[in-house]
């Protein structure tokens, strides 16, 4: 059986998400804060985690950089209020797959979660379009990079959420980012770097700039 972990000390999220993912064959396990997580999430790894973004002892932020959430072997979401989005958008940056908005719609987060497992388990290398040493490339995560190889491919937002198993919204994230990381200045500017035409002076700065950072 499949194992999802639930940090939230709202014992109406968790009896909710419980129901209905228990409901599809999941086995749930809830924790109400941080530090219980954390000994479970070392000791064993689940199919998924699902935490909120304020909790008792801790913030899911400082969860995601104790857990080094970056190279954690399952997807992670984050839960947040209206409120909370610029903390999920930040949660993305250190290692969460994608982020699910108060209030939400239980079923449709078994959608969300089963179709993020189906994108990570299935994940394959695919041979790259992206230039080997494009400028900048040091400066992206590994999520960035996936994102960016689908932009390179011509996807939209809504086709390259689907193929990475996240949420149109957060690939817009993540595109934002790496136009600010890679100086780019619309998308035509992006596609002349990461394709190997971004030579001259946008290049030299962008590697003098990462030497700096």
Known sequence: MSEIFIVDDDP????????VLGGEGFEVTGFPEGQSFLSAARA???????????????????????????????????ISGQGDIPTAV????????????????????????????????????DVSILARDF????????????????IARGASSKEAGRELGISPRTVEVHRARIMEKLCAKNAADLMCIVLGKGTGQRAMALRARSRTT
């Open 12 to 19: 109406s999220v968790c009896a909710a998400l419980s129901v």
């Open 90 to 125: 930040d949660a993305i940056r250190h290692g969460a797959l994608d982020f699910i908005e108060k209030p939400f719609d239980p079923s449709a987060v078994v959608t969300r979660v089963r179709d993020a497992m189906f994108a990570w388990q299935n994940a394959t290398p």
């Open 44 to 78: 064993r790894t689940p199919r998924c985690l699902l935490i909120d973004v304020h909790l008792p002892d801790c913030s899911g932020l400082d969860l995601l950089k104790a857990l080094d959430a970056q190279h954690y072997p399952a997807p992670i979401f984050v």
């Open 135 to 150: 400028p900048g490339h040091e400066r992206l995560t590994a999520r960035e990079r996936q994102v960016l190889e689908q």
